[in-house]
């Protein structure tokens, strides 16, 4: 397409309304009717008609756009704007991490966010008075608030670095508890005493670390257990671990206090407040059935199955002690103490009694499905039963089946008129912990459930060395007094040796029942 050069009139108009425009290449004059002053403008074409609406229009358009005002050299500062944010945007990404450099750089981008929504740019105007989309002012706009944006986004996870670290320098390394030895026990709570294990730590391996008990001896860290849950609490003794990392600014946690089942299993008394009359009624019932009234049997595993546990009163192997009020006790069972029962057997758990499988075929009536228990109970008609299970059930049954095995073992003795009494089981909080307390809560539940006596003597073990076991975690220690390993004495011995204290609580409980049930004093 050719443009020319035409003149027309800012004002007035011809007589045929039109403007006649020639010429290719130099410039074409067109002059108006009217004789006004001309202008030159250039045209396209070999020739063109404007009417006159159409130049009065752009008159009228273009004289409204003279008068807004339009700096000069509008372009080139626009594209010196752009070119400046630009420039600290680039910056900006490049030193993120340096404290000093990122708060200038983030009280620009405000300021500059300010200034931007405030309209201080003007648009570029086009010829038509409105602003262009693709004027430098309009771009420089756009782009300048496209970068601060960008820039806000770079710094907020610096930003949040440094509010963490609160001193104007990167987040340090995060603090780690690395593993001095193999297997170093990671516990439930800050302490060797209250806290089982969750795991262990092989060495040099390490944990993240997120705080530290009061006292500073314990770390807290993150911990996921083998079926790969979190652990809620998570603890390692600070002098079995050295540390890597910034650990200077740890928190101070507060003490998480003993798991919920520790405390349940402490709000038991270690003896029991009978329940004389239901007890009675037992005790009456059993009569009825020809029970003896003198007699008692044991029920248990390799702690019940041993001359360490009762049979001493029975062979003058004793010396109460500070207990001698207990002597009429020992005479009203005489004869029992030493009693070898079918049913307190090594190896044995609360399922076995309940099983014929068991049972000596010699003794009792296995062909027609006489179980242990039962046997035992035909053969002695005992009017108590002590009963302690845990070890061996803890290996061999679930909770559920251990409550149920349980249960048998308490209704079979009440059918037949015996006055069941359960015993919890002391455990060592290195092995087994978690599961141990939830099968001594299922013998208070079942106490509970059935008004019977409880000695628990688990809270009771709680203060003998090691729990009042032997390095195997499962056996009890001797007081290893005397002569005779077997012998029973109550002169300090009950609060060292677990079978001196078990036997203590076990002869006191007898104690309860001759006075309250079986034998009362007259009123």
């Known amino acids: ?145 496209l970068g601060a944006l960008l820039l806000l986004v770079g710094l907020l996870p610096a930003g949040v670095t440094l509010a963490q670290s609160g001193d104007g320098v990167p987040a340090p390394v995060r603090c780690e ?23 262990v730590l092989p060495e040099g391996e390490a944990l993240p670390v997120v705080g530290m008990n009061q006292a500073g001896d314990w770390y807290a860290v993150s911990y996921t257990n083998q079926q790969g849950q979190p652990e809620d609490q998570a603890w390692i003794a600070a002098d079995i671990v050295t540390t890597r990392g910034t650990c200077e600014r740890l928190p101070a946690l507060p003490d998480p206090g003993p798991p919920p089942a520790v405390a349940e299993l402490m709000n038991v008394p270690v003896l029991p407040t009978l329940d004389a009359e239901n007890l009675r009624a037992i005790f009456e019932r059993g009569q009825a059935l020809g029970n003896d009234p003198r007699a008692f049997t044991k029920v248990g595993d390799c702690n019940t199955d ?38 307190g057997q090594v190896g044995y758990n609360a399922l076995t009694m309940l099983e014929n499988l068991w049972a000596d075929p010699k003794l009792c009536a296995v062909s027609e499905g006489e179980s242990v228990l039962a046997c035992e109970f035909r053969r002695t008609n005992p009017s108590v039963v002590v009963i302690m299970f845990g070890p061996n059930d803890m290996l061999n049954l679930s909770e559920a089946q251990f409550r149920e095995a349980l249960i048998g073992n308490v209704e079979l003795a009440l059918d037949e ?37 409880l000695i628990n003597f688990w809270r009771a073990a709680q203060d003998l060395p090691n729990y009042g076991l032997v390095a195997d975690y499962t056996h009890l220690t001797e007081s290893g007094f005397g002569v005779n390993p077997t012998q029973i004495v109550f002169r300090g011995q009950e609060t060292t040796s677990g079978y001196a204290l078990r036997n203590l609580l076990t002869l006191q409980v007898l104690d309860m029942l001759r006075r309250e049930v079986l034998a009362p004093d007259p009123a």
């Not at 508890?177 to 795991?199: C, H, I, K, S």
């Not at 041993?306 to 020992?330: K, N, R, S, V, W």
């Not at 599961?435 to 539940?445: G, Y």
């Open 177 to 199: 508890a690395v593993a001095r030895g193999n297997n170093v026990n990671v516990r439930n709570g800050p302490d060797t005493q209250e806290y089982f294990v969750l795991g």
């Open 306 to 343: 041993t001359g360490y546990f009762l049979a001493a009163f029975d062979q003058d192997l004793y010396d109460l002690g500070p207990y001698d009020a207990l002597e009429p006790t020992i005479e009203y069972f005489q004869g029992w103490y030493e009693h070898v029962s079918l049913a």
């Open 417 to 453: 008129g015996i006055i069941p009494v359960l015993t919890t089981f002391t455990w060592h909080h290195d092995r087994m912990w978690q599961t141990s307390l939830a099968f001594n809560l299922i013998t208070v539940e079942v106490a509970e459930e059935y008004g019977i006596p």
């Open 1 to 145: 397409m050719r443009q020319g050069w035409g003149i027309f009139s800012g004002v007035g108009g011809s007589t045929n309304g039109r403007v006649s425009v020639k010429g290719s290449k130099g410039p074409s004059v067109a002059r108006s009717d009217t004789g006004g002053a001309a202008k030159l403008m250039p045209l396209s074409g070999s020739a063109a008609i404007v009417p006159r609406s159409a130049v009065k229009s752009s008159s009228l358009k273009l004289s409204k756009a003279r008068e807004k005002p339009f700096p000069e050299g509008a372009p080139r500062l626009a594209h010196m704007s752009l070119a400046v944010h630009l420039a600290v945007l680039a910056a900006g990404l490049l030193f993120v991490g340096s404290g000093n450099v990122l708060t200038a750089i983030m009280t620009w981008v405000v300021l500059d966010l300010v200034i931007l929504l405030r309209g201080t740019l003007q648009p570029e105007l086009g010829e038509d008075g409105a602003e262009g989309l693709h004027s430098p002012r309009y771009q420089a706009r756009g782009l300048s608030l």
